[in-house]
């Protein structure tokens, strides 16, 4: 059982006794990579390729830039810098390494077991967990917003992506899971879904308030929605990652390996309304700071 003192260090320094090394943050594939957040101004940041597949490493930084960049000279307090510890073995094949797959070529976040592992040692330390550090979001070359939101149920780490597409964007396709893709086609909203071999395929004609994958645990939708001028389709997946207690926790190999699991139908639909009562609860809560 690890001392207090050495969860609390997890993720911000590493403890003398034991031998932690340092991992990359999610949206780290480069020495001056990250998002909007962690690495607003492309800054030399720690990274380490051999924490990640070849083929993500090093890609070209698609990401827009925040309009308001100041010059590199001028001279304002820096923030922190947001650093990611481990004490898991550092070897693929023990599986702490694994990712899981990117839901869309353009966006940049790599989220590791050591990362769930991080979170929730903290949590069962009695720590506050350090979600910022797995929170990312920006902008893509497609002209694609994207935001990841981490939190903690129930003892398990759920995430939420939420992408936004614009109609001018044309088709497009987000892997939800390892079994169900969605996305546009001839302006149709179009599911496929592979379940032990088979493929089927379906379009509707109108936006799909949620669809629930049986074989991983794993909720999606997209909704159309109309800002100003302009037609948005925003794509929400959230997925329930586990406990972090090891790699082969079935949640985890489902989400990141897309092993198939049977879910029940009482569970269907379950993330995805835990993230919708957190955005009620903030706009209940903006209401009255706004009535203050
Ligand atoms: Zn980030
Ligand atoms: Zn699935």
């Known amino acids: 059982m690890p001392s207090r003192m050495g969860i609390r260090h997890l993720f911000s320094r590493p403890p003398s006794k034991s031998s932690p090394w340092q991992a990359n943050l999610p949206c780290v594939h480069s020495h001056t990579d990250g998002c909007t957040n962690h690495n607003p101004h492309h800054s030399q940041i720690h990274f380490d390729p051999h924490l990640l597949p070849k083929a993500?490493?090093?890609?070209?930084?698609?990401?827009?830039?925040?309009?308001?960049?100041?010059?590199p000279r001028s001279h304002r307090p820096r923030d922190p810098p947001q650093e990611v510890f481990s004490a898991l073995p550092r070897t693929s094949s023990s599986g702490?390494?694994?990712?899981?797959?990117?839901?869309?070529?353009?966006?940049?976040?790599?989220?590791?077991?050591?990362?769930?592992?991080?979170?929730?040692?903290?949590?069962?330390?009695?720590?506050?967990?350090?979600?910022?550090?797995?929170?990312?979001?920006?902008?893509?070359?497609?002209?694609?917003?994207?935001?990841v939101t981490p939190v903690i149920s129930r003892g398990t780490l759920m995430l939420e992506y939420a992408l936004v597409f614009t109609v001018e964007t044309g088709d497009w396709e987000v892997r939800a899971c390892g079994h169900v893709r969605v996305g546009v086609r001839g302006g149709k909203v179009r599911f496929e879904r592979r379940v032990m071999g088979r493929r089927e395929e379906w379009y509707e004609a109108r936006e799909v308030e949620a669809m629930c994958c049986e074989r991983c645990y794993?909720?999606?939708?997209?909704?159309?929605?109309?800002?100003?001028?302009?037609?948005?389709?925003?794509?929400?997946?959230?997925?329930?990652?586990?406990?972090?207690?090891?790699?082969?926790?079935p949640k985890w190999l489902a989400a990141a390996k897309g092993v198939d699991l049977k879910r029940e139908a009482t569970d269907f639909g379950r993330m995805r309304k835990r993230f919708q009562d957190l955005r009620t609860l903030e706009e209940e809560r903006a209401g009255f700071d706004e009535a203050d």
């Open 96 to 147: 702490s390494l694994a990712l899981l797959p990117q839901v869309h070529q353009t966006i940049p976040y790599s989220l590791a077991f050591y990362h769930v592992h991080g979170v929730m040692s903290q949590l069962r330390g009695g720590v506050r967990p350090q979600l910022s550090r797995l929170a990312c979001g920006g902008t893509t070359g497609a002209g694609t917003r994207w935001v």
């Open 56 to 71: 993500t490493r090093d890609t070209p930084s698609t990401r827009d830039m925040p309009e308001n960049r100041p010059s």
């Open 218 to 249: 794993t909720d999606a939708g997209l909704r159309v929605r109309t800002v100003g001028n302009v037609v948005v389709l925003e794509v929400r997946i959230n997925k329930d990652l586990g406990q972090g207690l090891h790699p082969d926790d």
